[in-house]
């Protein structure tokens, strides 16, 4: 296993902590889903009631989904782990990445 080296500030040390948690995030969301696909394909459901099932299922994965990219472009914009800034107004939107993190080093 590869060991990485210590963070150097707390800004350092809060982006691995949240990386980390999105990667064990992202595992856990993949599972789930796999979880639900398999007990939609094998739940052994009554024919009546199938076509209710695999709406209530799908609208539930489609959420899912939308949920994980939602906190994903959250983070990326405006949590510890983002270099990026969204502005948003009545004239318009806008997106910045910052050119240095708040310890000087380089992106």
Do not use: N
């Amino acid at each position: 296993m590869i060991h990485l080296p210590p963070p150097t500030s707390f800004a350092e040390g809060q982006r691995l902590i949240y990386g980390l948690l999105a990667a064990a995030a992202g595992m856990f969301s993949g599972a789930c889903a796999v979880a639900m696909i398999a007990l939609l394909m094998w739940g052994g459901w009554d024919p009546s009631e199938q076509h209710t099932i695999l709406l209530i299922f799908g609208w539930s994965l489609g959420g899912f989904i939308a949920a994980m990219v939602a906190v994903i472009v959250g983070l990326l914009a405006g949590g510890p782990v983002g270099r990026f800034r969204l502005t948003a107004s009545r004239g318009g939107a806008t997106v910045e990445a910052a050119a240095q993190s708040d310890t000087g080093d380089s992106v």
